[in-house]
C-alpha cells in the first residue's frame, strides 16, 4: 500500500528498525532513535544495491518519488544511479579543490599577491591556511562539509581542524555534529603575530648568554679581534641598534659635520650619561642648533670645541665607532672593542671634555655658552699637596680613594692642562697658580716669594 504523509507522521517508532514501503523499491526506514530515511533499493549486473534518498521530513514524499524515479529511468538506461552519484560528487569535490586552489595560488586583484603566503611566517602550513579560508568563505562547516570540499577523509579533516582550532583560527559549537566556525582574521591572524612576536623576543633575551658563552676562555688562536672594518652599511646600522639596545652606564662621543649618528631618544633613560662635544663645523649645520636644543633637554650634556681631531662614538667604554673618513658619511667605519688603543680614546675624550665650554639655552631657547669645568682644578687642589709632601704613588692613590691606573692618568692630564712634562714643573706651575700675585724671579732664577 502506497504511503500518505498522514501515514507517515502517525508511523510508531519500535525497538528495531522498520521499513514502510511505498513501491517500486522505495521505502521509509525508521530507526530506533527516531530518525527517517528515504532508501532505494535497486538490482544492477545481477547485484542488490541500496541508494539513499534524503531524510524526512526534510526530503518529503513527493521529493522522495521523484529521486526513486529518476533512479528507475537511469536503470532502464543502463546506469546504476548509485555510480553515477558517485562520479557526480567527485566532479563537484574537484570543482571545488580547483575554486580552492585559486583562492590560494592565484590571488585576484583584489587579494595581495603575498597574502597568500604570508601565512606561513606564523607557523600555519599550507594545508591549515587552506581550511581557513574555506572555513571563511563558507562562515559555518562541519566536518563532513570540509571533508567534501577539500576532498579528504573525515579523519583526516577532523585533525586537520582541530589544528587551525588550537591556533585561534576557528571554534565550534557545542552541538552535534560540530559547526566549526572561522575567528574574525583581525583578531586571529594579529593574535597569533603577537605571540609570534614575543617569542622572538623571548629568543633575543639569550644573547648575552650565548655571548658570555662565545666569549668563554680563548687560546692565543681564538682571542676576539679588538679592531675591526666595517664597510657595509647595513651592518653597521646593526651594530649601532645593538649598542643603543645593550647601552648600560654611558656613552660619549666627538661631533663634527657630516653627523656619524644621532642619538636615539631610546639612549635616553634612567642611570645612563650621554655626553657629546661638538666643534665649530657641525654647529654650522643647518639644524644642528635644533638638534642641540633638543638633546638637551633630554638629559644629554652638551659642550662645545674650537676643532676636534676626529669623529668618534664609545658605548660603555667597550666599543668605539670611528669613521677612516671624516669627510665622507658612507665611508668604512673603524671598530674598536676594549683595549689599549679604546682607553686612549677615552682619555682624549676627557680631556678635551674638561676644556670643553657647555652648552645652554634659554626658556626662550637661545643658545648660551657656560664656562670650562674646574674639574682639573680640584683635582690640582688634591693631588698637588700629596706630590708635595713626598708620598709615593701607591700612598696618594690609597689616600684619595682612587686606583694607580686612575692616579696616573689624573696626573698625566694635569701636566696636559698645565703644558708641563715633569712632575717638577707640574709643581712649580701649581705654585705660581697660587700666587699669581707674585711671580717675579732673581737674577739666579729663585722666585721673589723665596727670598729672604
Known sequence: MPLTETSIRNAKVSSKPRKLSDGSGLYLLLNPNGSRWWRFDYRHAGKRKTLSMGTYPNTNLKDARDSSAAARKLLAAGVDPGEQRKAAKAASSDRAIANLEAITREPSTKQSPTLARSLRALGIDDAEERAYRVLLAHRMATVGDIATLLNLPLNAAQRLLSKIENLGLATHSPERPRRYIASPPEVAIEALANRRHADIEQARLTIPELK??????????????????????????????????????EA???????????VSQETMRQGVRIRSISDATYLDLPGAVDSLRLV????????VFPTLPVKMFVVDRRVGLIPLNAGDPSGPILLVRACALLEALCSLFELIWEKATPIAFTRTGKLEMGKPS??????????????????????????VGISGTTLTRRI??????SETRTRFQLGWSAALDAFPADQSVNAVGTPARARR
Open 412 to 417: 698625566a692630564e694635569l701636566m696636559k692642562s
Open 296 to 303: 638637551t633637554q633630554m638629559g644629554e650634556e652638551a659642550r
Open 252 to 262: 660619549f662621543g666627538f661631533q663634527r659635520a657630516p653627523m656619524l649618528t644621532p
Open 374 to 399: 674646574t674639574h682639573l682644578s680640584e683635582v690640582a687642589g688634591q693631588l698637588i699637596p700629596l706630590l708635595a709632601a713626598g708620598l709615593n704613588d701607591k700612598a696618594i692613590a690609597h689616600e
Open 212 to 249: 658570555e658563552q662565545a666569549a668563554g676562555p680563548a687560546t692565543s688562536n681564538e682571542r676576539e679581534q679588538v679592531v675591526e672594518v666595517i664597510t657595509n652599511r647595513a651592518a653597521l646600522g646593526q651594530i649601532l641598534t645593538q649598542l643603543y639596545q645593550n647601552l648600560q652606564g
